[in-house]
């Protein structure tokens, strides 16, 4: 996968139009674009160009930045420190909101509180993450002055991005609940424990809960991965410095390098994540462990 996921962004990037060190230096003589294009190692053929580049990624460094000069693993261990600490304050977020909405939708299977939390999971789901970046900032940041605009040195500065990453997260999560959770209630073994006098917030949350857990465990693996490598643009919006706004500028200036490592980390960290997941399984559902 890793392999396929390199080869397939080295060969976007270099049917892009563009050629970075124009971009970089704009007013540079042809004989000094081609001398800075041999030591960047563009010249080359691109077979070999791709050979080089795993070869080095394999052996950890995974080159030097066009644009800053430094080096790209440096740079993305700086920068994905912030974008993991978001993602996973996101993910608490939305497993928190959505279980907690799931659970009582499918409990008041229906009712107006059921039409209430789907059509707001709904809502969610369809408001671009763009636009409510921008909503909550005009209302918490320049009206209210409650929050900072922009930035990530206080936990404040947090505030605002794990909103709008958590709130879309948890409309998936919530409508995933609802419905592992309405297939639990209607099975079986739940109508024997109720028969035998069991308390319903323990039939609900100790029983018809752990057997609805999994999907929402897979839908959970999913959302983090997908959040992982899909917050440049409310990166942008509110000036975090992870690896989605460090993806960004990248991208603008052609920065081979910074941007072949930086979708190899995130990808990487997307497996890691799955397999994670699927290792929870065991912990969610004791009958995969005992197989």
């Known amino acids: 996968m890793l392999i396929g996921i390199s080869l397939v962004t080295f060969g976007i990037l270099r049917s892009i139009p563009g050629d970075p060190v124009v971009i970089m230096f704009p007013n540079a003589s042809q004989e000094a674009v081609e001398r800075i294009r041999g030591e960047l190692g563009l010249n080359g053929p691109l ?27 440096e740079t993305l261990a700086r920068r994905l420190r912030f974008t993991v600490i978001l993602t996973f304050l996101s993910t608490l977020l939305a497993l928190a909101i959505g279980i907690a909405a799931g659970v009582a939708a ?11 939390i789907t059509f707001g999971a709904v809502a969610l789901v369809s408001l671009p993450g763009f636009w409510l970046s921008l909503v ?23 505030v605002l991005p ?3 990453i958590g709130l879309g997260a948890a409309a998936v999560i919530a409508r995933f609940t609802r419905a592992s959770m309405l297939d639990a209630l209607r099975q079986d073994h739940i109508r024997t424990v109720r028969a035998s006098g069991v308390a319903e917030r323990l039939v609900i949350y100790k029983h018809a ?32 410095p992870g690896i989605g706004r460090l993806m960004v500028d990248a991208i603008y200036t052609r920065d081979y390098p910074m941007i072949q490592g930086g979708i190899l ?7 890691l994540v799955n ?17």
């Open 275 to 291: 397999l994670a997941t699927d290792l929870c399984y065991a912990l969610v559902n004791p009958r995969i462990r005992y197989s």
């Open 136 to 158: 909550l900032l005009m209302l918490f940041a320049a009206q209210l002055h409650l929050l900072p605009a922009g930035g990530a040195s206080t936990p404040q500065h947090f």
């Open 106 to 116: 499918a409990v008041n299977q229906d009712t107006w509180l059921d039409h209430l």
């Open 209 to 240: 809960l752990r057997n609805a857990l999994n999907p929402v465990v897979s839908v959970a693996g999913l959302e983090f991965g997908f959040l992982l490598g899909g917050t440049a643009i409310v990166e942008s919006i509110f000036s975090f």
């Open 162 to 164: 794990v909103v709008v």
């Open 47 to 73: 077979p070999l160009q791709y050979l080089i580049y795993v070869r080095s990624a394999v052996q950890g460094d995974l080159g030097t930045s066009i644009r800053t000069r430094e080096p790209v693993a």
């Open 265 to 271: 980390v995130v990808a990487v960290a997307v497996v």
